[in-house]
């Protein structure tokens, strides 16, 4: 007995050896990732460029490649799992997913009900409509079908926000699972506007390859994080810790400008923070 005591001892020793240093003084949150062996992370796979499917029906983008490294420095592999964008906190707290992180824009909401990482991009809502149609701002769009996807922080803040709240009123609102169908909806003259995050907006309109589709008013910042659950507060806080030094090595910037041409991120502040 005394040997397999002896054997057990020296085992767990070895396996506490394995970890990574920081491991050894966290929480739950951080070895429930450890011992899964993967971070699962959610997102709408029809959002790009953060997250979304490519040719090969693989899901590619700026967030998922964060992910990734922040994911091999944590010593984990990283899942991606697709989610109905409007049923994210519920996956999220059923545990089906461990973070959502796909353009997650942080709202007083959202810090609420989640742990929310600092953010690590600066992005805009903007309003997307036909050029030939003659409409310059919000104003002109009074009595006009608005696209916005469910679930998503253009959605809150057109039904939400109190400064907008005459400009919902005089307007018809539409929603869509995704942005690609409805700035499709737009070019068929189905909606007079879509309401849409500027990074998704940018890389769409692209793609479609229509210079009639145009940018005419941004109505909020939107400031992009992750989202983890409420109790999950020491997973976030090594995530954030990553990120920074990611700014700080060169990591993010790399990314980038991949993705994007030139560095846009905004984590040299997070950094800056620490």
């Given at each position: ?11 767990m020793?070895?396996?506490?050896c394995a970890l990574?240093a920081w491991?050894?003084?966290?929480d739950a949150s951080i070895?429930?990732i450890?011992?899964k062996?993967e971070l699962?992370?959610?997102?709408d796979?029809?959002f790009p ?9 693989e899901?590619v983008?700026?967030d998922i490649d964060?992910?990734?490294e ?8 990283l899942?991606?799992q697709p ?10 707290s ?8 796909n353009?997650l824009?942080i709202?007083?909401a959202?810090q609420e009900?989640m ?5 690590y991009?600066?992005?805009k ?10 409409y310059?701002?919000?104003?002109d769009?009074?009595?006009k079908k608005i696209?916005?996807q469910?679930g998503s922080f253009?959605q809150e803040v ?7 709240k ?13 942005y ?9 003259d189905?909606?007079?506007?879509v309401l ?7 890389y769409?309109?692209a793609?479609l ?12 910042d939107d400031?992009f994080g992750v989202g983890f659950?409420?109790?999950d ?10 990120l ?7 990591a993010?910037?790399?990314i ?11 984590l040299e502040?997070?950094?800056a923070?620490?």
């Amino acid at each position: 007995m005394k040997k397999l005591t002896m054997v057990l001892a020296l085992v767990m020793a070895l396996l506490l050896c394995a970890l990574p240093a920081w491991a050894e003084e966290t929480d739950a949150s951080i070895q429930y990732i450890l011992d899964k062996g993967e971070l699962i992370l959610g997102l709408d796979d029809t959002f790009p460029p953060m997250g979304f499917r490519d040719d090969n029906n693989e899901i590619v983008g700026y967030d998922i490649d964060l992910a990734k490294e922040v994911a091999s420095r944590l010593g984990v592999t990283l899942k991606t799992q697709p989610i109905e964008w409007d049923a994210k906190e519920l996956e999220l707290s059923s545990k089906s997913i461990d973070c959502i992180w796909n353009g997650l824009s942080i709202t007083p909401a959202r810090q609420e009900s989640m742990s929310m990482t600092k953010g690590y991009m600066n992005n805009k809502i903007v309003l997307v409509v036909k050029g030939d149609k003659g409409y310059a701002a919000k104003e002109d769009l009074v009595g006009k079908k608005i696209a916005v996807q469910n679930g998503s922080f253009a959605q809150e803040v057109l039904e939400e926000y109190e400064e907008y709240k005459d400009f919902y009123a005089s307007v018809d609102v539409l929603g869509y699972d995704e942005y690609l169908t409805a700035l499709m909806d737009l070019q068929q003259d189905g909606v007079d506007a879509v309401l849409i995050d500027l990074v998704v907006a940018e890389y769409r309109i692209a793609g479609l390859n229509d210079d009639n589709l145009v940018l005419i008013d941004s109505l909020e910042d939107d400031i992009f994080g992750v989202g983890f659950r409420k109790e999950d507060a020491a997973l976030r806080d090594k995530v954030n810790a990553i990120l920074a030094e990611m700014a700080q090595d060169g990591a993010t910037a790399k990314i980038s400008e991949k993705w994007f041409g030139k560095d846009i991120s905004i984590l040299e502040d997070v950094a800056a923070a620490e």
